[in-house]
């Protein structure tokens, strides 16, 4: 059974990712492929949306929580872009970073990456790229055709150089077709033109016969004509001119309806993939546009695609969320095309373009007839592309020989070797018979050595051979390439290049016996062999074992040789050569001079060397003896360093004493290498031994290492030694930055100890650190003459009572002075509060405020002072800063507070003064004066502590002229509260009798009612508007809106009243207030409303509807003697059977519209006298003749018998 041309691969399901996927969301909008790595899935779920990535390398997946309307990832990176309305932004998800973003003016209805540096944004009118690179914003490429309004916008396609671009779109026809629509467009020309097509992609081809490549664009398509399939080439920078032949093939599709939704090229093979809607599957040869194959691959439609590079295939993705992955089969293709499509010439054609198998018999007989027809060109070329080398054998080389140079053309081996060498390279029996050809000719050695460095020929040791008696160095390097080990090593022994040889040995795993060549080279040349044995011993494995190596170096006494060979050999620094390195500074310690052996250490310390695996004790010992006690010192920190529990602190105590011959420098340094405990034994020990000597070095290392030894440690060391002085300057170096309060107190009682007053004052000052109890108790026991240090400190941590206690009882006042008006004039409070716990004199205290002045803040003096019961005292400054404009509340509260307790024109300050606290002051006279607290209420508005204030003493007259004018509903409210019971009456009394009728300002009255009407309170709200309007001001007695108030108030409380307020009242809303009274029942005072309104046709609805009487009713008619109230009246009377008085009402009115229930009821009463009176007089009335009327008169004065008039109707026109 024949293999298939094609093999169809599912790759992923979207509906495995974990959580899964709404299927709703497998389709064109939500999915995106941009390449063969990721798929991008907005999946959403009732309102959660998250995008969903799949990584279809390993198949694995990664939810986040975006909400986003679209995202596509880069082709070739972790770089996700997202769209959100109008906003785009691009993450880079490895770095969680946001690289750039953007708000597009108009909506991008497409998008997609046309590279991996490139975004293409497509909106309704334009078409962006937008770089990833910089700071740029999308720039715009070209605009829509029109022709591509009311497009779908499928996909966007662009060449490799992104000069060709093509925009791709359906639009719905009529018959409900997808016509295909592209626009195509030229960077180059800035020109577009509009093609017809579903699917387009380009290709860069080189055509069977050319040796340029082409940009070519393959376009399908399916419409009322049937479907096509285009290949043409576009002009491009490298190719201007088109020579590739336009193709055009038909296509049956499977049906009118289907069309393509994708189309994907395959450079390897050369081959096209179209894919349809309905799932099909259609394989085309590029340069010729045959199809080759149909298949059916999917029952549900693909709507996303991408190139997939491993294959040389085509990725779709189908509605059901399948990813399968499309791919021509290497294996079968060619057989299939030469078989089932019986086309040897594509078939070979995709042999030779993806060197594939299953043509070799096709290659060969093509081969036998082009040399038979003697086309040694093409017989060349078919040579050259067979694939796998099918041709390129012995027997093809001596068939070329064998065939006879015509006259004026190149022999034909020639043509063969000039272009397989212009196609690449030479095997190795073309490479053996080029030479032997060429060396023949003068400079052929030239040309091969110009091959061999180009490449292009095969090398083997048969090629080295030939070109030997021509060129020895280039023989070398053919047998170096063609692995002819016996004749490299040969030719190196005889050139005497040692290191050549193994370098090569090793390379080719050759092996020689290596120590006796090594014993040979050190008799010959000591130096050589140096460089001879360090390359045995960069061999894999090494020729040589060292050690062997370093006896053979010592036994001839060859120090120097030996060093250099292990300095080399060791640099590498592995701990299997501790031995070796160990023996290296064994060797050089016990056998050259010093110096030799502390270079070795200095470039161990420079970083040129790495030595850390040697016998440390052994050498720190050798380093000792040598008196290199640097060294020496190094090694014993090396020896605990590489053994925990060995340590050498007593062998670096010994040392450590010689500081006469180790530098200071890396003395402290080394102090960085010891334990905290080692550290503290070693400066005990240089302090022990020569304290003068080494005072300097140890400050030093203690400055230095504070941290690691630990402050406390340190001062305790110094303190055992009483050395105050290095005490004072390693604290010195250290006080500054640090924040431990042991050594700010240990650093000022050493400065004090050595006499530096002015650090201890400094410190003081400026440290917050240091523990204040603990200094403040130093400092008066230490009684200092200058004070300040102890000054700073009770200023700093508020023993300010303590300082000025301190300074009364040792009669330093004079301190005092200066420290509040120099130094801190803000804690005066604090200072003249001490003073007056101290009993110091009042007159001084005032001076001493007074000289302060305006720098003193207020409010702490006033609450120091006033807590001892002295605020008089601070009157005179009070007032001073208060003439200086000084607005702070507290001060003029002290102030009021002084004023109302010496009786001081009070009423007239809580009146005038604006920057006094209404409540404080409120509050401090409660129980003073209730009239003074009301007044500072009243001034700031308290109103929850005024009407307690007032309620409380009984000033209910206070209290309801403060709520009228205040205005406040809400305050309102809470005074009319049925809880308030005690107090509510007494106050609504005030407010009827006294606030109210005072006011004459409308708001305030209106104000005052709603709040009565709020609380629900009838009664009390109908006597407040009687007292307003009936008996009040002038100017609200006509006021419309009271009077409707006072009206309706009564309706709901007390009816009796109503009519006599809408008698006594003019200015109402006479409509609604009757409308209101006629639907609580109060029918008579809704008709008087009407009646004196003049609105008597609501009268005598009332009198006739509501109150019932056709009577009353009547006499109202006669009085006011309207028609419209005549024919209410009439139709009353109609309804009362009263059918003789209806048509007198009806004739008062002169009312003729109701004729046909006059008629009517007229008939069924047998009143017929009344209803001609009626009908003469609608008669006269119509203005339009009626012949209802008329035949209603005629047939009525035939039932009265009144002949005559019965004539004189019939006979008028």
């Known amino acids: 059974m024949a293999l298939a041309p094609i093999t169809v691969t599912e790759v992923f399901k979207l509906g495995n990712v974990d959580g899964g996927v709404n299927p709703a969301s497998i389709n064109f909008k939500s999915v995106t492929m941009e390449s063969d790595k990721f798929v991008c899935v907005r999946d959403s779920n009732g309102d959660q949306t998250s995008i969903v990535i799949v990584d279809l390398s390993n198949k694995t997946n990664a939810r986040h929580k975006i909400a986003a309307d679209s995202a596509i990832m880069n082709p070739i990176s972790k770089v996700l872009a997202l769209k959100a309305q109008s906003t785009l932004q691009i993450f880079n998800l490895d770095l969680k970073a946001k690289m750039k973003s953007h708000a597009m003016p108009e909506p991008v209805t497409y998008w997609r990456w046309i590279s991996a540096q490139t975004i293409a944004l497509v909106t309704a009118t334009a078409v962006y790229h937008w770089s990833v690179d910089g700071q ?25 150089s992104e000069t060709w671009l093509l925009l791709i779109g359906v639009k719905k026809q009529a018959d409900g077709s997808l016509q295909g629509v592209m626009q195509l467009y030229s960077i180059d020309k800035n020109a577009s033109r509009v093609i017809e097509g579903h699917a387009a992609c380009f290709i860069n081809f080189t055509p069977p016969g050319q040796t340029t490549t082409c940009c070519l664009m393959c376009v399908a398509s399916n419409s009322a004509q049937g479907g096509k399939m285009f290949v043409m080439e576009v002009p491009t920078a490298n190719k201007a001119d088109t020579t590739f032949e336009r193709k055009v093939q038909t296509v049956q599709f499977s049906s009118p309806s289907d069309f393509p939704v994708a189309l994907q090229a395959s450079k390897k093979h050369g081959i096209l993939y179209l894919i349809t809607r309905s799932g099909y599957l259609y394989l085309f040869d590029v340069p010729t546009a045959t199809l080759l194959h149909t298949e059916v691959i999917t029952q549900d439609p693909i709507f996303a695609t991408a190139e997939e590079e491993a294959t040389n295939g085509i990725l779709g993705v189908n509605t059901r969320g399948t990813i399968m992955n499309v791919a021509v089969n290497d294996n079968a293709i060619v057989k ?12 070979l054609r995709i042999a030779a373009t993806a060197n594939l198998g299953g043509a070799d018999d096709l290659f060969m007989a093509k081969f036998n007839n082009l040399l038979n027809e003697m086309n040694i060109q093409e017989a060349v070329k078919l040579v050259a592309e067979a694939p796998h080398g099918l041709l390129r054998t012995r027997e093809t080389i001596q068939r070329f020989q064998a065939i006879p140079q015509l006259p004026g053309q190149q022999p034909a081996l020639s043509v063969y070797f000039k272009h397989l060498l212009d196609q690449g390279k030479l095997n190795n029996f073309e490479a053996v018979e080029l030479a032997r050809i060429v060396l023949q000719k003068q400079g052929g050695s030239t040309y091969i050595q110009k091959l061999i460095t180009e490449e292009k020929l095969a090398e083997s040791e ?12 280039l023989a070398l390097k053919i047998y170096f390439k063609g692995g002819a080990h016996l004749k490299v090593i040969h030719t190196l022994v005889q050139r005497g290049e040692f290191p050549k040889i193994l370098a090569y040995c090793q390379k080719v795993n050759y092996s020689p016996e290596w120590p006796h060549l090594l014993s040979g080279v050190l008799n010959m040349n000591p130096d050589g062999a140096v460089q001879f044995a360090v390359a045995l011993n960069e061999m894999d494995p090494p020729a040589m074992e060292p050690s062997q190596v370093v006896d053979m170096f010592v036994q001839r006494n060859m120090i120097k040789q030996v060093t250099a060979y292990l300095l080399d050999v060791l640099k590498n620094d592995k701990e299997e050569e501790g031995k070796l390195q160990t023996r290296l500074l064994e060797i050089n310690l016990m056998y050259s001079p010093p110096q030799v052996a502390e270079g070795i250490f200095q470039n161990c310390s420079s970083g040129n060397l790495h030595l850390s695996h040697y016998d440390a004790l052994k050498v720190a010992q050798l380093c000792e003896k040598a008196q290199l006690y640097q060294r020496a010192l190094e090694n014993y ?35 960085g290498e010891l334990s905290k405990e080692d550290s503290l034994d070693c400066l005990k020990e240089l302090l022990t031994h020569d304290a003068r000597r080494n005072f300097k070095v140890c400050v030093q290392v203690a400055t230095k290492y504070s941290d690691e030894l ?30 431990d309060p042991e050594v700010h107190f240990r650093y000022i009682e050493a400065a004090t100890r050595v006499g ?29 003459q200058d004070l300040w240090p102890l000054i700073n400190v009770c200023d700093q941590h508020d023993y300010i009572e303590e300082m000025v206690r301190y300074l009364h009882d040792t009669q330093n006042l004079k301190y005092v002075d200066m420290f509040i008006q120099k130094r801190s004039p803000m804690k005066t409070p604090a200072v003249v509060g001490a003073l007056l716990d101290c009993d110091t004199g009042e007159d001084y205290v005032k001076n001493l405020i007074m000289s302060v002045g305006g720098m003193c803040p207020v409010e702490p003096l006033v609450e120091h002072v006033e807590k001892r019961n002295r605020l008089k005292l601070l009157q005179p400054w009070l007032e001073a800063r208060a003439a200086e404009s000084n607005k702070d509340p507290c001060l003029h509260n002290a102030l009021g507070k002084i004023y109302i307790d010496s009786n001081q024109n009070a009423d007239d300050f809580l009146n005038h003064n604006e920057y006094y606290d209404h409540l404080t002051l409120g509050k401090y006279c409660e129980n003073r004066d209730p009239m003074l607290a009301f007044v500072a209420y009243q001034r700031g508005q308290c109103d929850m502590e005024l009407v307690a204030l007032t309620s409380r003493n009984g000033m209910y007259k206070q209290q309801a002229r403060y709520l009228v004018k205040r205005q406040d509903p809400e305050l309102w409210a809470s005074v009319l509260t049925p809880e308030n019971t005690e107090h509510r009456q007494m106050l609504v009394d005030q407010v009827v009798q006294t606030a109210l009728p005072e006011t004459t300002v409308p708001e305030e009255v209106s104000t005052t009612v709603k709040a009565f009407m709020t609380a629900d309170m009838p009664e009390e709200l109908t006597e407040l508007l009687e007292k307003i309007i009936l008996h009040g001001n002038s100017e609200f007695k006509n006021n419309r809106y009271l009077q409707n108030l006072l009206i309706l108030t009564a309706i709901k409380a007390d009816k ?31 008709h008087v409303i009407y ?49 003789s008085e209806a048509v007198d009402s009806f004739m008062k009115a002169k009312d003729a519209s109701r004729f046909t229930e006059v008629i009517a009821a007229a008939q069924e009463g047998n009143f017929y006298q009344d209803l001609v009176r009626y009908l003469v007089m609608a008669r006269d009335e119509s203005k339009v003749k009626e012949g209802a009327i008329d035949t209603e008169l005629v047939y009525s004065y035939a039932k009265t018998n009144r002949l005559s008039e019965l004539g004189e109707v019939i006979s008028s026109p």
């Open 136 to 160: 740029a914003e999308p720039k715009k490429v070209f605009d829509r055709k029109e022709e591509l309004n009311d497009c779908q916008i499928l996909s966007y396609k662009a060449d490799d």
């Open 336 to 347: 299939f095309v030469q078989t089932q499509c019986n086309n040897y010439e594509v078939a």
């Open 462 to 473: 048969e090629l080295g051979d030939i070109l030997q008696p021509h060129d020895a160095d």
């Open 637 to 671: 920190v090396k020896v605990t360093r590489d053994n925990t529990e060995q340590s050498a602190i007593t062998n670096i105590r010994r040392v450590i004493i010689n500081t006469h011959a180790i530098n200071p420098e890396w003395l402290i340094d080394f102090f």
């Open 710 to 739: 630990g402050a406390e440690q340190l001062i305790e060391m110094f303190l055992s030694f009483k050395s105050y002085e290095a005490l004072y300057y390693y604290l010195g170096s250290i006080v500054n930055f640090s924040k």
């Open 756 to 784: 530096q007053y002015s650090e201890v004052e400094r410190v003081t000052r400026e440290s917050s650190v240091y523990e204040p109890e603990r200094t403040k108790n130093f400092l008066k026991e230490a009684k200092l």
């Open 1056 to 1086: 009796t009243r109503v009519m006599d307020y809408i008698n006594r009242l003019d200015n109402y809303d006479a409509q609604d207030i009757a409308k209101i009274a006629e639907g609580a029942e109060l029918y008579e005072e809704a």
């Open 1091 to 1139: 009646k004196k309104f003049g609105d008597n046709v609501q009268a005598i609805r009332v009198l006739l509807d509501d109150i019932g009487s056709i009577e009353r009713g009547y006499e109202f008619a006669e009085r006011v003697s309207e028609p419209a109230v005549w024919s209410n009246l009439a139709g009353a009377q109609m309804k009362a059977e009263m059918i």
